[in-house]
Each structure stands twice: as structure tokens, then as C-alpha cells.
């Protein structure tokens, strides 16, 4: 819905209009509020710090790969590291997409990562589709909104 709401006002106004920029600029700020919100959840969270709460999210009955999340659940420094690389990776948007263009290329492509697992493990579809169909918007903010 926020991608269609963005596009609708990218194409309600003319070419010279700075307004029609207000579209693409709302669906790159919202992209970076959902993932910097999400990282923020987690690290106070102890259950992330601490790792179990990657392998706990694959081990749910209704979107979890249950065989996969015991395994992991073995390897504590594992999830530990993985649950970390995520808050990080996600807590950090903010500052990707004011920095240069290519630690943006690199932090999207760790989204496509990302996302392409939880659809594959998790059966998160929608986000896959969601999220990548907002990367376009997250470029062109990045390049509107940085500092040269």
C-alpha cells in the first residue's frame, strides 16, 4: 500500500515539480523507519542479544523451518553472531543511506539476502516482494539525501 500511495504521487505531478519527488522520499523514509524500528525491537531485547532469538523465530510452529532452527539452535556463537549481524544490519539504515552510494549498493544487497532467506525459511513471501519492490525508492532517496 505505501509503495502504491509513493508512486501515485511521484505520477500526480509534472516533471519540474519538487513535490513529485515527495512519493519516492516518503517510500525511502518508511523503508528506513521499518528496519531501523525492527533492529531497535530486537536489540533490547535480551532473547536477541543474546542469539536464541534467531533460532526461536525458526522454530515457530507457523512460520518456521523447524529442522533448520533446531540445528542452529546447536550452534549458539552462530546465532549469536547471525542475531547480531541483523541488529546491526538493520539499526544502521539510517546511516547507510546517508553515506556513499556504494555502502548502500552492499547494505541492499544484504537485504536481498535477507529477505530472499526469511521467504525460503520462514515463508515470508510478502516481505521478499515488499521490501525489494522498495529498494528502487531507497536508492533515490539515498542519492537525494546525501551530503557532498
Partial sequence: MLL????F???LFENTSSWRWAGILFIGCQSMLAY???GAAKLSSEEWRSGRGISSALTTRIYGTLSFGKELRKHP?????LSWGLMIWEISFPFMILSSSSYVWVWL????IFH????????LNSFLLAFLGSYPAVLMTAS???FR
Fill in 4 to 7: 502504491c500511495v509513493g508512486m
Fill in 9 to 11: 504521487t511521484y505520477f
Fill in 36 to 38: 531501523f524500528v525492527s
Fill in 77 to 81: 556463537n552462530v546465532c549469536k553472531i
Fill in 109 to 112: 544487497a544484504f537485504g536481498v
Fill in 116 to 123: 530472499s532467506s526469511a521467504a525460503l525459511l520462514m515463508g
Fill in 144 to 146: 537525494l539525501l546525501q
